[in-house]
């Protein structure tokens, strides 16, 4: 059984910082991409950064120069360090992965959310 677990969430004023995680653990293989995505209320879910296991890392136009994904170095872990947070940030944040339980068995599987509130 995997599992996303996220941790990091709470309140924070506009102009600070946060800093997310997400653990994978259980019967892993292999970790693919990492990514975070986030959901307002009353809006769609959207995605916000990826970590591809092998390249270059991607932002949204909406987090770029202010958030940082990155990874441990076992590679189970992947945190978003939030800065310069505005109110528009405010969300569910998920943590999103591709992996293999065993090789070449690829899942996408979501962590529970963390919230995020930033106060104006």
């Known amino acids: 059984q995997v599992q996303l677990v996220e941790s990091g969430g709470g309140l924070v004023q506009a102009g600070g910082s946060l800093r997310l995680s997400c653990a994978a653990s259980?019967?892993?293989?292999?970790?693919?991409?990492m990514r975070w995505y986030r959901q307002a209320p009353g809006k769609q879910r959207e995605w916000v950064a990826t970590m591809p296991s092998a390249g270059n890392t991607v932002y949204a136009t909406s987090v770029k120069g202010r958030f940082t994904i990155s990874r441990d170095t076992a590679k189970t872990t992947v945190f978003l360090q939030m800065n310069s947070l505005r109110s528009e940030d405010t969300a569910v944040y998920y943590c999103?992965?591709?992996?293999?339980?065993?090789?070449?068995?690829?899942?996408?599987?979501w962590g529970q959310g963390t919230q995020v509130t930033v106060s104006s």
């Open positions: 259980g019967s892993i293989y292999r970790i693919n991409a």
């Open positions: 999103n992965s591709d992996i293999e339980a065993t090789p070449y068995m690829n899942r996408n599987y």
